[in-house]
């Protein structure tokens, strides 16, 4: 299971990255079909949102300082 999060994060990290760069234009189809992996492997909605708040900080950490990164997050 610990193999299924962490590629399942590895995959949320690249569509949420490639959803900010492309902006309003960006497709929700990825974000669908990593709803249905994540219902289908029995992901908890508590360790989807820590997983986001992860990748958030990932994203943001080279453009932000500590402070500013604590406020978004």
């Known amino acids: 299971m610990k193999q299924?999060?962490?590629e399942w994060s590895r995959r949320y990290l690249a569509a949420l990255q490639k959803h900010l760069k492309?902006?309003?234009r960006a497709?929700?189809?990825p974000a669908r079909?990593?709803?249905r992996q994540?219902?289908?492997s029995g992901l908890h909605k508590?360790?989807?949102a820590m997983m986001h708040t992860q990748a958030l900080a990932k994203l943001v950490a080279p453009h932000y300082?500590?402070?500013t990164k604590d406020e978004l997050i």
Request: aromatic share 0%; charged share 15%.
């Open 33 to 35: 079909g990593l709803g």
């Open 46 to 48: 508590l360790a989807v």
């Open 38 to 40: 994540a219902v289908a």
């Open 27 to 29: 497709s929700l189809k």
């Open 65 to 67: 300082s500590a402070g």
């Open 4 to 6: 299924k999060l962490s």
């Open 22 to 24: 492309e902006g309003s």
